[in-house]
């Protein structure tokens, strides 16, 4: 029987034989597959499009928006604005209500944590309730549920209630605060506020060396604290208080001056934190009940108080395991920001996907850059988080 | 969020090629499914509801019903898709609707931009403002500084951004995905103010529990033309959309009702016997049977039956036909002959 010499067979074959190239070339194939798929679709879109006679084109963002927007506390928006400048003003929302949510949300998750651990029978059970009711309630309902409150319990502007001094009022128009008027000489006391907290942190490495060499330890926290506020202080009276305040008054339909939370956003803001507090609560709980009970024992074995064994043992190691998941409680808090539009809070879904997207009718360019729009946000708060994670994670040394 | 999913299915639909972005024979998909859909509203008291059976009843689903009457027979047989005013556009583009009965405006950017064809118009309405009798207001220029409740995805936000602009006036506008929800605001006192087209404030207006302590003030800010709507692409299709509203009004111009139907076969009107498809073939030429107009009469009844029947001045919404009176009766309702 003539034996082939593997000289006659076909290289390709023998490619094929190989188990390492036989890898190479199956993955090589996928990836030919995956970009035909998205080629093909991307190739249907463009002939759709084109066969109900609609180009494919983001020419509309220059368009004037036409629309007007109840809700921008950050760049000036009319209605003779473009429909970028109005998706901006909608990403600039988008942003508020996920920082401020996030911020929120892990301080009542960690509160709601901790208190679930804690050995009060009555406390725990109000944790473990509270936990278990709102998580299993969708979002949507929460947000519905708190605006509604919000705008029914609340007084009309007319009747506001006065929560401080004639200077705070609180009606289902809004919470309406005084407003900071700076004055000359602000900027002076905000440089020197900035000098204090450069002293402040300078301090701190400095009291940091010198335990490491000597084993005093100074308190910190404190000394820090009157660093900023008594320089703060001196800079503000020698400067001769150079702010003022710009008091809300109720003139005509509504409230003028001052500045406003709106119900929206409160509403917006109070339901996505406490619905995300809720997982982080149980994450918290998760990371704490990770860390032996022998690291504690062993800390105060060698005569650390308890006050630093949950600083310097407890909360590092238990912040390893809560990081990671934490972080994609922070996505889920963002994108879940995009329901902001059933209650009339005006996120990037609102405008730009929404009232844009329905004045100029391009479905697909509105959403293709809705989509990027969350994708690089939600990229970001990853990355920020990975390096968090990586900053905290242990040292092998 | 349903809008949202809508939006984006739509978008992978566009995508995946499997919608029936037909460029013709809907009429031969309706026939052949059996169901005629029509995007509709998700509800406005008098325009397009459900009863308590979850029955779909109203003035823009009648003409659903016309519709259907016309193509399959029998006005039995529709299927209200409900949509917002942000999706029905996306709705009937990505062919989930046949055809729109649903209080929409003709406008260039809509006509030419959204790509969508009329066909002419089944109500004349226009924009206006509803306050409480409280606030002591009597005229929109008034106004100054209120907060305004609208229903977000309409040329009403437009319309009231030029209206406030051009009068040197500010607001606070709340936009709420839909019309309930805008209510509710306007209602718990969110908002001063209320806008939407005048049927709709009559609407709305119907379904509050005191109806007496609420006004409409007399300025009409805005031209709404509100009509049915269809997909560039099929002609034959936009044909038998446009004669069917005019067989409505025609029907009532000609005195054929619902009731006298059968009688006036027997006319000797060359108008009516033609409409009626006793003489000629204008059913066939549109790719209907020729009893077509005649289903539309006797199931659902002319233009101005149709009209008393849901928002005229007998039901709760109490609108005169004011504009919408036949053009032989001072009104805009005109429909080209049957000839």
């Known amino acids: ?397 | 969020m349903k809008q949202k999913t809508t939006a984006i299915l739509s978008a992978a639909a566009l995508a995946l090629g499997a919608t029936g972005i037909a460029q013709a024979g809907t009429l031969e998909d309706v026939q052949s499914r059996g169901v005629l859909r029509c995007v509709v509203s998700t509800g406005i008291a008098g325009f397009a509801q459900p009863d308590a059976s979850g029955v779909w009843g109203g003035f823009d689903v009648d003409f659903c019903r016309a519709t259907a009457a016309a193509v399959l027979g029998d006005g039995g047989k529709i299927e209200a898709i409900t949509s917002t005013g942000k999706t029905r556009f996306t709705k009937l583009n990505a062919g989930e609707g046949d055809v729109l009965w649903r209080n929409t405006t003709i406008t260039f950017s809509r006509d030419v931009g959204v790509k969508l064809r009329f066909h002419g118009v089944n109500y004349y309405d226009g924009q206006g403002f509803m306050v409480k009798k409280s606030l002591g207001v009597s005229s929109a220029k008034d106004l100054d500084g209120a907060s305004v409740c609208i229903q977000t995805g309409t040329t009403t936000e437009l319309n009231l951004a030029d209206y406030f602009s051009s009068n040197g006036m500010k607001y606070e506008p709340v936009t709420i995905e839909t019309n309930d929800e805008a209510r509710q605001n306007y209602e718990s006192g969110r908002c001063d103010v209320y806008t939407t087209d005048a049927s709709g404030l009559a609407s709305t207006r119907s379904a509050l529990p005191n109806p007496g302590d609420h006004m409409v003030l007399p300025e009409i800010i805005s031209k709404e033309p509100l009509g049915p709507a269809t997909r560039h692409g099929d002609d034959q299709w936009s044909d038998i959309v446009t004669w069917v509203l005019n067989a409505t009004i025609t029907a009532e111009e000609l005195g054929v009702t619902s009731s006298n139907v059968d009688d006036m076969k027997g006319s000797n009107n060359p108008e009516v016997r033609r409409l009626l498809g006793v003489d000629g073939s204008q059913g066939s030429e549109l790719g209907l049977s020729n009893d077509w107009a005649y289903q539309i009469i006797k199931q659902i009844g002319n233009y101005g039956e149709i009209f008393e029947r849901n928002i005229g001045v007998n039901t709760p919404l109490g609108i005169a036909r004011g504009l919408n009176a036949l053009w032989t009766e001072g009104g805009l309702i005109y429909s080209p002959p049957f000839r």
């Not at chain 1, 679709?41 to 220059?62: C, H, M, P, Q, W």
């Not at chain 1, 004639?166 to 605060?177: E, M, P």
């Not at chain 1, 005093?216 to 800079?235: E, R």
């Not at chain 1, 149980?282 to 108080?305: C, D, F, N, P, W």
């Open chain 1, 1 to 397: 029987m003539a034996q082939a010499s593997p000289s006659t067979v076909n290289p390709l074959l023998r490619l094929w034989r190989n188990e390492d190239s036989r890898g190479v070339i199956i993955q090589i194939l996928t990836m030919v597959v995956l970009c035909a798929l998205i080629a093909a679709i991307a190739r249907n879109v463009v002939i759709n499009l084109a066969n109900v006679g609609k180009e494919f084109s983001f020419d509309f963002l220059t368009w004037p928006a036409a629309y007007d927007i109840g809700f921008s506390p950050f760049i000036e928006y009319t209605n003779k604005s473009t429909h970028l400048r109005a998706a901006v003003v909608g990403l600039l929302n988008t942003l508020l209500v996920a920082f401020w949510g996030c911020i929120l949300a892990t301080v009542l998750g960690f509160i709601l944590g901790i208190m679930r651990l804690s050995s009060n029978w009555l406390v725990s059970k109000i944790s473990y309730v509270f936990v278990e009711f709102v998580r299993n309630v969708p979002v949507l309902i929460h947000i519905l549920a708190i605006y509604s409150l919000v705008v029914t319990l609340l007084p009309s502007a007319k009747k506001a209630l006065d929560v401080g001094g004639g200077a705070f009022f609180l009606s289902n128009r809004g919470f309406y605060v005084p407003a900071p008027v700076f004055e000359s000489g602000a900027g002076i006391v905000g440089i020197v506020i900035l000098i204090a907290v450069i002293m402040a942190i300078l301090f701190k490495r400095w009291a940091k060396r010198t335990q490491n060499e000597t084993g005093q330890i100074y308190p910190v926290f404190w000394i820090s604290i009157a660093l900023i506020v008594g320089l703060a202080g001196i800079a503000f009276l020698i400067m001769g208080a150079p702010l003022s305040w710009d008091i809300p008054v109720l003139k005509g339909f509504n409230f003028k001056g001052g500045m406003a939370i709106k119900p929206e956003f409160l509403a917006l803001w109070l339901a996505l934190s406490y619905y995300t507090a809720c997982f982080i609560a149980e994450i918290v709980r998760a990371g704490i009940l990770a860390v032996s009970h022998g690291q504690t024992e062993a800390a105060y074995a060698v005569g650390l108080k308890s006050n630093r064994t949950l600083q310097l043992i407890i909360i590092p190691q238990a912040l390893r395991i809560i990081v990671p998941p934490l972080c994609s409680q922070y996505l889920n808090l963002t994108k879940n920001s995009s329901l902001a539009i059933a209650i009339g809070y005006m996120d990037i879904t609102a405008t730009l996907g929404g009232i844009s997207l329905m004045q100029t009718g391009k479905e697909m360019e509105t959403m293709i850059i809705v989509m990027g729009v969350y994708l690089v946000i939600s990229l970001t708060i990853s990355s920020f988080m990975n390096w968090f994670n990586h900053r905290i994670k242990l040292t092998v040394r």
